[in-house]
Each structure stands twice: as structure tokens, then as C-alpha cells.
T-cell receptor
Framework: GESVGLHLPTLSVQEGDNSIINCAYS??????FIWYKQESGKGPQFIID?????DKRQGQRVTVLLNKTVKHLSLQIAATQPGDSAVYFC???????????FGSGTRLSIRP | DAGVIQSPRHEVTEMGQEVTLRCKPI?????LFWYRQTMMRGLELLIY????????DSGMPEDRFSAKMPNASFSTLKIQPSEPRDSAVYFC???????????FGPGTRLLVL
């Protein structure tokens, strides 16, 4: 079946540096992907999404890159701040209507 | 907009008791999702509704779990009888189109002793 996963369970970054969180997927027919941020004690929060007809999409301090050739996407956070500490999930369609699959998540921690 | 509302935020109960979790989706959203999150299994979709109709309940663990959506603004997830292995955070999410961006509630943290 389809899968969406993340490469690393944890990532530690120096405050002010850029963070790159990676995700791989298996379904080449997936037409969109979503990144969520989950802070401690809260529900996942939408950050940014990208359609399969795009290679790159930028938001405020965040950029998502999609490489369909190797079925890989990444979330880049510029000038990482303490408030960026959270678990980040990529999610994509499961193949059946309305369902999305969440990756296992990467916990981003910020070093002062 | 108040976002997705869930209640209770925390629930502690004893094994064998009935547990009812409640969710109010964002007004106007036509799809509603129930998820369970644990350290071991991550975020799992239990069931989702489209226009108040259950579409896919393949993620519901067993017959002890049931979910209803009597109207567009309310859904319940019931566990009867509850077991310690049901301890988890249960999230409700809603969306406009059903297949894309889902907006999550704050979750209900359930502990079954």
C-alpha cells in the first residue's frame, strides 16, 4: 500500500540556522502533499502544501521542495527560532478518497 | 473562528468503563475525521465522515469502538468497554473538501487505568 515517511525521527538545529526536514513517499500518483507542525500538547497544525505539478512552494520562512523523480519532499525552515520546536509531519493522499496518510514525524529541537 | 472543538480535553477512567469523546467541526466543513495518536503507532486514522455519513471505518480497532455524526456540527467517538491499551490522544479534524487540508482540534488525552 501507499506510505509516507520521514527520514529522521529527530533533528537538532542551532538557533538562527536553517532546518531541513525530509520525507519520502511511495505513491507516484500522489497529487499533493501537506506539512503539519505539532507542538507539545496540541493538535497538528497546517503549515504548507504543494501540488504535484509544482517543484517548489514558499511560505513565510518555510519552503517545500518536491522531487517526483525520487519521490522525496522536504520542508526548509529559514532562520530557525525556538518557537519552531515541534514535531513535523508530512502527509499525502492514501489512494482512497479523502484519506491522507501521515508520516512518522521528525522532532525538531533548537539549540540556543 | 473557534476551530475544531473537542471535549473533554482530558479523561481518566477505569478499565471497563464507557468513554465518549466529542467533537464540533469547523462550521461549513463537510468532512470529519477521528484519529488516535500514540508513541508506538503515531497518528492513525480511525474513521471519517463525509456529509455526516461514515465513509471509511477500516481504522477502527474493534467493535468496542463506535462513532456517530448525527448532524453537521457534532460527532462522538465511543469506547465501550475501555481497556488500558486504548490510552492515547484522540484527535478530531475537519476539512472542506475531505481530501486535502484538515484542521485538527486540540485532542482528548485518554488514560484508561
Amino acid at each position: 500500500g501507499e506510505s509516507v515517511g520521514l527520514h529522521l525521527p529527530t533533528l537538532s538545529v542551532q538557533e538562527g540556522d536553517n532546518s531541513i526536514i525530509n520525507c519520502a513517499y511511495s505513491n507516484s500518483a500522489s497529487d499533493y502533499f501537506i506539512w503539519y507542525k505539532q507542538e507539545s500538547g496540541k493538535g497538528p497544525q497546517f503549515i504548507i502544501d504543494i501540488r504535484s505539478n509544482m517543484d517548489k512552494r514558499q511560505g513565510q520562512r518555510v519552503t517545500v521542495l518536491l522531487n517526483k523523480t525520487v519521490k522525496h519532499l522536504s520542508l526548509q525552515i529559514a532562520a530557525t527560532q525556538p518557537g519552531d520546536s515541534a514535531v513535523y509531519f508530512c502527509a499525502g493522499p492514501s489512494g482512497s478518497a479523502s484519506k491522507i496518510i501521515f508520516g512518522s514525524g521528525t522532532r525538531l529541537s533548537i539549540r540556543p | 473562528d473557534a476551530g475544531v472543538i473537542q471535549s473533554p480535553r482530558h479523561e481518566v477512567t477505569e478499565m471497563g468503563q464507557e468513554v465518549t469523546l466529542r467533537c464540533k467541526p469547523i462550521s461549513g466543513h463537510n468532512s470529519l475525521f477521528w484519529y488516535r495518536q500514540t508513541m508506538m503507532r503515531g497518528l492513525e486514522l480511525l474513521i471519517y465522515f463525509n456529509n455526516n455519513v461514515p465513509i471509511d471505518d477500516s481504522g477502527m480497532p474493534e467493535d468496542r469502538f463506535s462513532a456517530k455524526m448525527p448532524n453537521a456540527s457534532f460527532s462522538t467517538l465511543k469506547i465501550q468497554p475501555s481497556e488500558p491499551r486504548d490510552s492515547a490522544v484522540y484527535f478530531c479534524a475537519s476539512s472542506l473538501t475531505g481530501g486535502e487540508t484538515q484542521y485538527f482540534g486540540p485532542g482528548t488525552r485518554l488514560l484508561v487505568l
